[in-house]
């Protein structure tokens, strides 16, 4: 008896390519992100202009990662929804 050959792979890698890239290319779940990576002092002023620009309770804004870098350097994201309802 012989055994099944496989089937070809190829348009499935396809697919999962185009997917992992458009992945990569813009999250789907609609926030607008933005990284900066500035001193302490102007990533305080930052992250301020953008809660008064874009304010929490109409827009979500939020900083959604941070961390900080030698030289008292801080390294974040900031997420906001795109428009307000």
Known sequence: MRTPTRP???GLKKRLDRSR???TRLP???FVRESF???RGDARLKAREWF???P????WT???SWSERPGDVIE???RRLPAAD
């Open 8 to 10: 070809p792979l190829d």
């Open 21 to 23: 890239a458009e992945k």
């Open 56 to 59: 929490k309770q109409a827009y």
């Open 76 to 78: 974040f994201t900031m």
């Open 28 to 30: 789907r779940d609609g």
């Open 62 to 64: 939020a900083i959604e």
């Open 52 to 54: 008064d620009r874009w």
């Open 37 to 39: 990576v500035l001193p």
